[in-house]
Structures are given as C-alpha cells and as structure tokens.
C-alpha cells in the first residue's frame, strides 16, 4: 500500500491501489486534503507519513514525517506541528530535512539531529520571559534571515550547528535575552554572525566564523560580558547607539 512518491505544496501523490480501494469520498472535496479509513494508520506511520484524527474512523494524512516528540514518539509532517504538540521541557527532534519558520514559546529543545534546516527558528515570549530553549545539532544552510533568533526570553543556548550562507546571519538575540550560550559552531558567510542588543552574559566557545561580515555585533543598549573561549572571529565590533552607555566586557581564553 505504498501511499506515493512525492509531496508538493501540501498534495500528496498517492498511487492508483490507494485511491481505488482506501482513499475516503470525501478526499475528492479538496485536493488537499487525502483521508483515509483509521485501520490503515500503522500502514501509512511505517511510510513515513504523519496522519492525524479527522472524524470517527477516519485519519487524513498531514504528510510526510519531518519532526517527532522524542519523549513520546509522536511524529508530525513539519517542525511547527511539532512543536506546538511538545509540552514544556521536551525535545523535538527533526527526522528529515525542512524548510519552513517556527516559533518556539515554551522550554523546548531543537534536536537537528544533523539534518539541513531553511528558515529561521525563532525563541519569542513576550509575556512569559522564563523561557529557556536549546537549539542543537541543525545544519542551517541558505536561509534569508538571521537562522536563530530570540526575544525576551531568560536563555537560549546553540550547540553543535553548522550555518551556511544565511543572509542576514547565523544568531540575532534581540530584547531581553540575559544568557547566550553558543558552542561547537562553524558560521560561514552572511551579514551577522552573532548579533546581541540586550542581555547579561554571552559565552561562546569552539565557535567559528569565515566569510561573515561582522563576527560580533555587540550593541551598547545595556552592560555585558562577552566570553570567548578557543574562537576564531575574524570582526568585533561595538555599536555605540546615541543616548546609551552600557559597557561591554570581553574576556578571552585562548581565542
């Protein structure tokens, strides 16, 4: 019962045994939109598809499984779904190759898992500043803008990714992010590759940027340090914004 070959703009291509003896009526209303009888959906997880409950006896199939809960096993057709299934303080771990921007609210981690990431994984709370997110193991490769970004949130750390040719850059930590821990990092080309306005303390270790047009740009909105252990950053630079004065600490072992 093999479902299909491919999956383009949301359409699954299904195979003629599939729509002559499983595919539900209703499917014909929407091109988009492939339901199937519930007793087939082992079937359709063993291919690789994520499918989801569409009424009594029924699964419609989201598409092919990108992204699971690793706590759960639950698997979903994209990293948004995923993550908004997660609970707080579990690890969603990507199982294929995506493109596709998320938004991450809660404490969660970002397992890449080595798979290539395009588009931008963005860490934005704004009314709950306590959250904490880890992003590991995620090839970031071609992205438009900034490959991670947070906003008033307490932490977030990116261990063990590589970014490739981002366009804006590699981590743009923005208001309010009081710790950024970056480790075992590899940026090559884009504008930024770390980019920090408001926060406490940065520690970036084994961190290194080729082809960036500037390494680190540290904004003078309120006072930091800046730990670099074992980096090869190639451009620093403080921007000296009229009206404020925080100054910047930057310690460096090794570097």
């Not at 261990?159 to 309010?176: D, H, I, M, Q, V």
Request: a negative charge; one cysteine or more; aromatic letters at 8%.
């Amino acid at each position: 019962y093999a479902v299909g070959t491919a999956m383009t703009n949301n359409e699954i291509i299904v195979d003629s045994e599939i729509n002559g003896n499983i595919l539900h009526p209703e499917a014909n209303v929407d091109a988009n939109l492939i339901v199937v009888r519930d007793d087939y959906s082992n079937t359709l997880i063993q291919q690789g598809y994520a499918v989801s409950e569409y009424q009594e006896g029924l699964v419609k199939i989201e598409g092919v499984v990108v992204a699971q809960i690793k706590e759960t096993g639950a698997k979903y057709g994209s990293l948004a779904a995923a993550v908004a299934a997660a609970q707080a303080g579990e690890t969603v771990e990507l199982l294929a190759d995506v493109t596709e921007n998320v938004t991450i609210s809660k404490n969660l981690t970002i397992d890449g898992a080595g798979k290539n990431y395009t588009g931008n994984i963005s860490v934005d709370n704004s009314v709950n500043s306590n959250v904490e997110a880890t992003v590991k193991n995620v090839n970031f490769i071609g992205g438009t803008g900034y490959a991670v970004t947070t906003n008033r949130i307490k932490s977030i750390t990116v261990e063990n990714c590589t970014a490739t040719n981002y366009g804006y850059g590699f981590l743009y930590a923005n208001k309010s992010t009081p710790t950024v821990v970056v480790k075992n990092v590899t940026v090559d080309g884009g504008n930024y590759g770390f980019h920090w306005v408001y926060g406490t303390t940065a520690t970036l270790e084994n961190v290194t940027m080729t082809n960036v047009t500037n390494g680190l740009l540290i904004q003078n909105y309120a006072s930091k340090t800046i730990n670099l252990k074992n980096c090869v950053i190639t451009t620093i630079n403080i921007w000296e914004r009229s009206g404020y004065s925080g100054v910047q600490t930057f310690n460096f072992e090794g570097a």
